[in-house]
Structures are given as structure tokens and as C-alpha cells.
């Protein structure tokens, strides 16, 4: 089905004929149309164009007005203030808008796709090998996955990639102690859980640490056998790949406790870029981008200076001949450009980094593997805090393991799910199930209704609360729709243009129609939150209606039909809403 046109699509058209007519050489100037709260929207742009040709913007407006045809989509429009135009649509055209999302049959409820996809790598959910995930994991996951499904709705090719540290001189410690102790990994990877996983390579890493810390000889055999690593020495790479397969089955456990889906050919880790590093220095070095600076190969920056002021060298190989983090990223945007034919190169990484990733994208750009037709940007997110304002951590003063967190979620979750379970007769089962989507995408909610760049407080409490801005809320509110839908009987939804709109129909008429643009909007700037505020509303707008509105005990049945029509499309929007930032709506809540 052919997208649907919004409303404020349609009084746009009307609004520049009107223009045009009244004032021929406005043709194509932007009326300024938004929402109001005096109307259903107001047009501020003749304020400007009436300075442009000298006129009285007040008389210019009642012209402007004097040529809108009103009758099937605007029902009035009124001059106010020194030139502001206020325009009320007809119920008619609110209620035919609507009719034509709900028949919709592909599932996007006409939300059109956007008018120039390309390639984006979104580059996201980076943990680390042979270490536990933790609460700082958490952020570049949720965020990135939200990206990910919202651009794909709207039409973008994207490639995934999950850029995972499995590469650097721990490993060859790792690598050395279970040549030396060769049972420590002896079960079979397929059939060990995520947690058996995590607890091996944990003893594992522990065990090496020590005697590393401890055995100089040992720590002499441990740094050769990184030389013999990054040589690719088959052994020494078959024994690195176990601790690869084991950290994975590990990831793949929290990932679906997060309920990401999270595929292996997505996952390229450092790893990935190695045969291309020396190349990489090679191409900078003879373009003249680097140069060698007592030893090391460095990029100069004059305008990009340190917490201290003082401007800092991106270093892309150290003098002892080692590579860092800046060739490993400088390889992945060549690969990514090159071979992956990107357009966007979306990084979902810690504000921190931002020093690092502004002179690796400089760099980039000054090699001519970024220009205007191929950008980089780094989506950066703040840090998830505690109830104190501080940094999350363990009352023992420990980063918070991801694992641990989630649990915790569920079970907070699948407590208030069972109180209300008799109510709404719940199964055992639905409410384990209904338990894990609620506390699951409570943790999502709170952290994608948050600007990524702020910082956020993680309060359990707040989160699974049945009211106030809370993914509950909004779960809670399509599971009230599916229990009105399934005590209608034999009453089903049904459009009728011509009836009479109650002014709490008409607001939350208004904000269906607002879907398409918040979307395509979202995908655009890469800000979920602005999606999750949205949905809010939306809810918000649908307990207003229902305070309102009786929906099976409405005056007629043709007021009932049509309300059922309103509260379904609320409902699958709420659906399709959810589902963009990752969350899941239980039927019955």
C-alpha cells in the first residue's frame, strides 16, 4: 500500500495554494506549519514573507485566508495575534486520515519509507572477550538496537557490526596459561550455557593474572606468545579462537536475556582489521596525513586540543611498532567505506571516547575516505547512574554485572505482573513470559526516554511502576485496548467519517497522525528518546479518551464501532512503536 498523506501534509498543499494565489511570488515559501495548542495547528511563516514584500503581515494573513478552500480536510481558519494563522481540520478528514493507516495491510500504518536510503554501519554492542558484561554495556546495546530497527523501518540498508575487543596482549597471557594448563577449557563449547562459559573464562582470567603477576618467566613466555599471536601462528590462533567460541556463547546469553538478536557474521571484532593495519599506516604515511614522531607514527591536530588545553597526536602506531585503538578504527572505516559501500558510519560509544573518535574521523577525512558523500558520526551516551547520582555500582563498590541487573529487572517486574495476574487471568506461564517483557523493557524504556547524551538515574522501582513515564504504562495501555477488543462481542471496529468527533477523539486523532513524521524524524537524528516521548503522549492521550469516551457503552452503535476502530489503530501503533525501540506489548497485562 502507498504511504499515507499526513494531515499536516495536506493543509501544507492547501495553506501554499492560498499563498500562491495571494501572493504569486510566494510559490514554494514554507507556511511554518505546526501543532497548537490554540488550533489544530497554526502557520507562523507569513510573518516573514510579509517583511520580504513590505506588506502588513496582519492584512497580508486575512488575504492569505480570503483563498484557503476549506470544507474537506480544513474546516476553519482564523487570523490571530499580528498574523498568525489558526486552522481547525474537519472530524471528517481526522477520521478518513486514520481509516486509511488502519487498512494499511503491510504493517506500517502508512508511515512512508524515507526518500533517499543508503548504506548505514551502525557500529554497536562492543564487549569484551574473556571479560563479564556490565551495566556500562548496557547503553551502547539498547540504544544502538533501537537505531537499528527504526532505520530499517524506514527503508535504510544496514549493516550491523559488532566491534568486540578480541585482540591485544591480555590474550597472550590467557593464551599461555591454557597451553600450560590445558584443561582449564576442556568441555564442549556447544553445549555449555552462557553463565558455565563465563564462569570458566573468569576462573581462567584470574588464574593467568595471578601467575603473571607473580612468575617473571611466566610473564617472558605470556608476551612472546603475543608476538606469536599477532604473527598468526596457527596454535597460538586455534587456542585465541576457543576463548573467541566461549566469550560468545556468554554474549549470546545476555543478549537474549536483553532480547536482541545478535548475529555472528555481525560480530567483527578488532581481530577483523589486523591484516589491514600496516597498510593502513603505509596509506597515511605516504599521503602525508601522518607523520613519524620520534619513533611512532602520529596525526597532528591543531584545533583539537586535551582536557588540558594542550592539543594531542592521534597515535596510530607506536614506536616499539605496535598498533593502537586508531589503526584498528581507521581500518574498520576503510573496510566499512570500501569494501561494506557505506554512506553513514554510525558509532553507538561512550561520550568519553568522543576526544578519540574526533580525531580518528578527522583523520579519515584528511586520507579522503570521508567526504560529503560518506559521513561518520558518533551517537555518544552518557553514563547509567545509581540512585545517588553517582556512577552505578555494587554497595561492595563493583561495576554491576548486566547478568545481574536483568534478573534483578524480571524479578521486579514478574512480582507486579502476578499481583494484577487473577485480575486478568493469567497463566503460569504468561506471567514468567510477561514478567521478562515488562522488566526487560523497562530497563530498555528508561534508558532510550532519555537524550543518549545525558546521563540517566537506573531506579528499578521507577522503572516497573505502573505509573508516570514508564514502558509499563505503555504496555499496560495496549493490554487494555486487546481486553476492550475482546469484550466487544459482537461489536467490531468500523470507520465512520461522518460522525461528530468528542474534542478527546479529535486529540487523540491528532497525535495518531503525528507517527510517520516522529519516525522519520527519529531515523533522521538518531534520537530514540524523541520516539519514546511520542508513544507516552500517545498513551497519555488514550487514558484522556477513556476518561472521556465510553468505548462499548457509547450512545450508538456506530460511535461504538468507531471508537473501537480508534483505539485499535492506538494500539497497533503503540505496537509498532514498541517494537522500534525493542520492546515487547503482552496481550494481557
Known sequence: MASVTSLSDSVQQHLASALTATLPEAAGADPLLRRSDRADFQANGILA????????????????????????VIKDVEVSGPGFLNITITDRAITENLAARYADDTGRLGVPYAAHPGTTVIDYAQPNVAKEMHVGHLRSAVIGDAV???????????????????WGTQFGMLIQYLEEHPHELDHKADGASGEEAMSNLNRLYKAARKLFDSDDEFKTRARRRVVDLQAGEPKTLAMWQKFVDES???????????????????????????????????????????????????????DIKGPDGNPVPLIVQKSDGGYGYAATDLSAIRDRVFHLKANTLLYVVDARQALHFRMVFETARRAGWLNDDVTAFQLAFGTVLGKDGKPFKTREGETVRLEDLLDEAVERATAVVREKAEKVGLTEQEITENGRYVGVGAVKYADLS?????DYKFDLDQMVSLNGDTSVYLQYAYARVQSILRKAGEARPAVHPELELAPAERALGLHLDQFA???????????????????YQLASSLTSFYDQCPVLKAETPEQVENRLFLVDLTARTLHRGMALLGIRTPEKL
Open 49 to 72: 514573507l510579509a517583511k520580504k514584500a513590505k506588506a502588513n503581515p496582519r492584512e497580508l494573513a486575512t488575504q492569505v485566508v480570503s483563498q484557503v478552500v476549506t470544507g474537506d
Open 248 to 302: 560468545k556463547i556468554y554474549f549470546y546469553s545476555v543478549f537474549e536475556k536483553l532480547d536482541m538478536e545478535i548475529r555472528d557474521p555481525d560480530i567483527v571484532g578488532e581481530s577483523g582489521y589486523n591484516d589491514m593495519l600496516a597498510e593502513t599506516c603505509r596509506l597515511l604515511e605516504e599521503s602525508g596525513v601522518a607523520v613519524r614522531s620520534e619513533g611512532a607514527l602520529c596525526v597532528f591536530f591543531e
Open 450 to 454: 532519555t537524550s543518549a547524551v545525558r
Open 517 to 535: 513524521e516522529t519516525v522519520l524524524e527519529v531515523a533522521s537524528v538518531y534520537e530514540p528518546h524523541k520516539l519514546a516521548a511520542y508513544l
Open 148 to 166: 537499528v530497527q527504526i532505520l530499517e523501518f524506514t527503508g535504510e540498508n544496514v549493516v550491523r557490526r559488532h566491534h568486540i575487543g578480541d
